[in-house]
């Protein structure tokens, strides 16, 4: 006897069906458009960070209006990008898809191989999703969907 993969009693599983190759490149348009402005403002991010690194090493911002004021837009910035941020990956999950933590552009797509749980993975680079891991891997351990591995050609 052969039984859906389902967990009813996780609130937070996915409702979204499984993603084919073929369903998952239909929806790169949009998936490219929220994972260049999830980099984008990683990058941001990363820059305000050190840039308040930088400055609370310096002995003269404690009592210093300007650097006062100077941190003040640095951290409402940095708070800013960082809703911001987690409105894109709110965006994605919402379409069933999951950006890699942290953010190195990759997103996963949940699928069923061979009746278990695994994920297609597409990157920046990639025109079409035709990679995919193991649950929990990185993208650097994917593998090129074979011809016969998702019941369609790895070219659709």
């Known amino acids: 006897m052969v039984r859906a993969i389902s967990n009813d009693n996780d609130p937070t599983a ?10 998952a490149t239909a929806m790169l348009p949009l998936v ?4 260049a402005d999830m980099l984008q403002l990683s990058r941001s991010i990363a820059a305000q960070q050190e840039q308040l690194r930088e400055i609370d090493r310096l002995p003269e911002t404690i009592e210093h209006a300007d ?8 951290r409402g910035s940095l708070a800013e990008d960082e809703k911001r941020l987690d409105d ?10 999951q950006a890699h933590v942290p953010f190195d552009g990759a997103v996963d797509f949940p699928s069923i191989l061979n009746r278990r749980r695994v994920q297609l993975c597409w990157m920046p680079d990639d025109e079409r999703v035709e990679y995919w891991h193991e649950l929990g891997q990185a993208p650097r351990d994917r ?11 790895s070219h659709n």
């Open 88 to 97: 894109c990956q709110r965006e994605l999950i919402a379409l069933g898809v």
């Open 143 to 153: 593998q090129k969907i074979g011809k016969q591995q998702f019941g369609v050609s």
């Open 32 to 35: 490219r458009r929220i994972a």
């Open 67 to 74: 650097y006062q004021e100077e941190l003040s837009d640095i």
């Open 14 to 23: 996915d409702v979204r069906s499984e993603f084919t190759p073929t369903s």
